[in-house]
């Protein structure tokens, strides 16, 4: 071969640094190599060596998911207020944004049957507050609602520390409090100019703060009776919730009440935002409910008892008058009485109706039922001899008269005349072949008079009485029955039976309420009353007739009731009362019933008297006054002019 010198060979290419080899693909030296030296500094002049970085995409990978997870929970958060719990949140909104309040109806009046107001309705205003507005942030001192406070409870008439304690409640977020309740036009006045006075001294002071600018106040009604005391048994009355506490008042509630309306409006720092519109549904007023009572006539009533008990020295008392045409109720009074415009100072024993809510003996006044039985039955006659002796002896009692007599020869309306227990316990005696027999029938009288039975009237805690079935009078009872004892009644129902008489012996349910009026004007009468034949047209003729000779004639026991001029038929009564407290007898009911006139009734008129302990305790003597007083006022303001008629003067006693 030819050998090539150095010189000739200009391009022979020189190998370069030797390449890193990567782990695993490494070539094991070959034979005869040297060994591997730790690469130097490149040679001067040298092109310097390439270091390469790491990939950055693991890092870029990594940030990646941290922002997407993060945007992830910014859109789940966002669907859950937007979409999930979007009602939630918007409620609470409106709850600091907008303000409901409620617009109270206005509550039907109460008239007599005449149209005069016996309880009505007023602007007034419940005092309110928001609590948030009483915090140190807002008012920049720390006793904002002790100063309120004391601005306010004066004019209110309220605690100080009540008032305090809920403007500074323990639920912070509370928005609404209610501070006083219907309170009239005048007081809202008061409170309004204070606000204003604060106002301005803020405006001038920066360090003075308005401490009422959360108070505001609530548009509301108040009741009111112009009458005082004047039918509250009958009326009833408001209670702090504004629905009806008793009487009418509360069975009434759903007629005199109406439905409450209610307006939202956008509020900021307790002022309304005009321009964000506001929702209102209005309220709906009550009807207005007119009575069968007669004002004048209740006042005369109720002036009537009121002095005798008093005079008398009485627990209570009663009287009721009636049209014995119609049933309806003019007047309906009780002593003692409550004002209902005024409970705060009125005795708790006296609220409610005595009327309707006491059941007691009647004594005597019943007495009419057991001659009606017997004159229906056709067993005796007014003319009818009854030999009546001072004693009797009947089942385990010896029963007498209230006096001590010597035998009487009385006719059957001289039995009434004198009110003869046993002259009466003689008589029903006939109305059966036996004692039990006789029970059944008088019982069943009993029951066509209403004894036993509620009234019709419907009125809160209205008693029915006390009437056994006959079957379980004692034989005591079977005797005393007949004449008013061991049976109880309400004085309503006493009232009604001498109303039925007087109807010719057709009862007519006693009625309250003659009709209502809405709120467009219109008047819907009240359904008629319930109407049933107790007795004969003939019977309640004659019945009125004897009734007469308890009044008319000199041996009557009722002669304190008559009246010049006019026909007067009634009945005494005096009865042994059970006291309530002890469940025993003590003390006296005294009553007296009757109507006017005796030949053409058109007013019934019954008083009682429980437990008077100065002077007579007769009903006669205690009740027939105030019979008169009542009657006379009645009949001259129903304009009710003397029939002119004789009376019948039937015969009392006779000669054997």
């Not at 004894?451 to 009872?477: D, M, N, R, V």
Request: aromatic share 6%; charged share 20%; with cysteine.
């Amino acid at each position: 071969m030819t050998e090539v010198s150095d010189r000739e060979a200009p391009h022979r290419r020189v190998p370069g640094p030797a390449r890193p080899v990567r782990s695993g693909g490494r070539r094991p030296p070959g034979p005869g190599a040297r060994p591997a030296r730790r690469p130097g500094p490149p040679p001067r002049g040298a092109a310097p060596r390439v270091i390469r970085l790491g990939s950055p995409r693991p890092r870029l990978r990594l940030i990646a998911v941290a922002l997407t997870l993060v945007l992830l929970a910014f859109v789940v958060r966002l669907l859950q207020v937007q979409a999930v719990d979007a009602g939630t949140y918007t409620a609470k909104a409106e709850l600091n944004r907008y303000v409901v309040h409620t617009l109270a109806a206005e509550r039907g009046g109460i008239t007599d049957r005449n149209g005069v107001a016996l309880a009505t309705t007023v602007d007034a205003y419940d005092i309110t507050a928001d609590p948030t507005m009483f915090t140190r942030e807002r008012l920049k001192t720390g006793d904002g609602p002790e100063q309120a406070a004391a601005l306010l409870a004066p004019i209110l008439g309220e605690d100080q520390d009540d008032l305090v304690a809920r403007l500074r409640p323990k639920n912070t977020e509370l928005r609404y409090v209610r501070l006083a309740q219907r309170q009239t036009p005048q007081v809202w006045n008061q409170i309004k100019d204070l606000k204003k006075a604060l106002t301005a001294k803020a405006e001038s002071d920066p360090k003075a703060a308005n401490v009422l600018a959360g108070v505001f106040a609530d548009p509301s009604n108040k009741r009111i009776y112009p009458g005082g005391d004047l039918a509250a048994g009958i009326l009833g009355w408001v209670s702090a919730d504004g629905k009806g506490g008793g009487g009418l008042e509360r069975q009434l509630e759903g007629t005199l009440a109406g439905k409450d309306g209610k307006i939202r409006y956008a509020q900021s720092g307790g002022r309304q935002v005009p321009t964000a519109g506001s929702t209102e549904t209005p309220a709906v007023p009550g009807s207005d409910v007119e009575l069968t009572i007669d004002r004048d006539i209740q006042w005369a009533a109720q002036d009537a008892i009121s002095r005798q008990v008093a005079d008398s020295g009485a627990d209570e008392g009663y009287v009721i008058v009636q049209d014995t045409r119609t049933g309806e109720i003019l007047a309906m009074a009780d002593s003692p009485g409550f004002d209902p415009g005024d409970l705060a100072h009125a005795d708790p024993t006296a609220l409610g109706n005595g009327a309707l809510q006491d059941a007691y003996e009647p004594g005597s006044t019943a007495k009419v039922m057991s001659m009606a039985a017997v004159l229906e039955e056709n067993v005796a006659t007014p003319g009818t001899h009854v030999v009546v002796p001072n004693r009797l002896h009947r089942g385990d009692r010896l029963f007498k008269d209230d006096v001590d007599h010597a035998t009487w020869n009385l006719t059957l309306n001289g039995v009434l005349a004198k009110s003869s227990n046993i002259g009466t316990i003689l008589a029903t005696g006939q109305l059966g072949k036996t004692q039990r027999e006789a029970n059944q029938v008088l019982y069943s009288y009993l029951r066509k008079f209403g004894i036993g039975g509620y009234s019709g009237l419907g009125f809160p805690g209205e008693t029915k009485g006390i009437l056994a079935p006959p079957q379980q009078w004692s034989t005591s009872q079977q005797y005393t029955i007949p004449f008013g004892q061991g049976v109880s009644l309400n004085a309503l129902q006493a009232a009604s039976v001498y109303s039925t008489i007087a109807n010719g012996g057709l009862r007519t349910a006693p009625t309250l309420v003659r009709g209502t009026r809405g709120a467009d004007g219109g008047f819907t009468k009240a359904p008629e009353p319930d109407k049933r034949r107790v007795v004969s047209a003939k019977t309640a003729k004659t019945l009125a007739q004897m009734l007469e000779s308890v009044v008319d004639d000199e041996q009557g026991t009722g002669t304190k009731a008559r009246i010049p001029g006019y026909r007067v038929a009634g009945k005494t009564g005096t009865a042994n009362r059970v006291d309530p407290a002890t469940g025993k007898y003590h003390g006296y009911t005294s009553s007296f019933a009757g109507f006017a006139p005796a030949d053409q009734p058109r007013v019934t008129v019954y008083c009682a008297i429980q437990n008077a302990t100065r002077g007579s305790h007769f009903g006669g003597q205690i009740c027939g006054p105030v019979y008169k007083q009542v009657m006379e006022f009645a009949l001259k303001t129903l304009q009710v002019p003397p029939t002119g008629a004789p009376p019948a003067r039937l015969p009392v006693d006779f000669t054997s």
